[in-house]
Nanobody, 129 residues
Framework: QVQVVESGLVQPGGSLRLSCAASGLTLDDASIGWYRQVPGKLREGVAS????????YYADSVKGRFTISRGDARNTVYLQMDNLKPDDTAVYYC????????????????????????WGQGTQVTVSS
């Protein structure tokens, strides 16, 4: 089960942190990805953190503004979003991938939805003045 915590309305230039808690998994064995979707558009990968070494990947649109990281709890990942823009308004989803016995995500696969096994319910983030 994947649970996303935190949502909200924030002004342009503001910050928000999303949390993703995945039950039944540890980050030693699971990669975690963040996605977002705007009505009428395809869901897009935002960031991902790989199991084991914790290598991170980001979409070009969020590089330098968003940071994905692991929490102290072994099954929690955060998405820190800074300098938010109206274009960041979307429903944000967290997804997990069980890497045991599977190839690790790479720079060319981290954003592929089919690589992820479980998805959270999504949370609305609105950036508006």
């Amino acid at each position: 089960q994947v649970q996303v915590v935190e949502s909200g309305l924030v002004q342009p230039g503001g910050s928000l942190r999303l949390s993703c808690a995945a039950s039944g998994l540890t980050l030693d064995d699971a990669s975690i990805g963040w996605y977002r979707q705007v009505p009428g558009k395809l869901r897009e990968g935002v960031a991902s953190i790989r199991s084991g070494d914790g290598r991170t990947y980001y979409a070009d649109s969020v590089k330098g503004r968003f940071t994905i990281s692991r929490g102290d709890a072994r099954n929690t990942v955060y998405l820190q979003m800074d300098n938010l823009k109206p274009d960041d308004t979307a429903v944000y989803y967290c997804a997990t991938r069980d890497d045991l016995g599977s190839p690790l995500i790479t720079s060319t696969t981290w954003y592929v939805e089919l690589y992820y096994d479980y998805w959270g319910q999504g949370t609305q983030v609105t950036v508006s003045s």
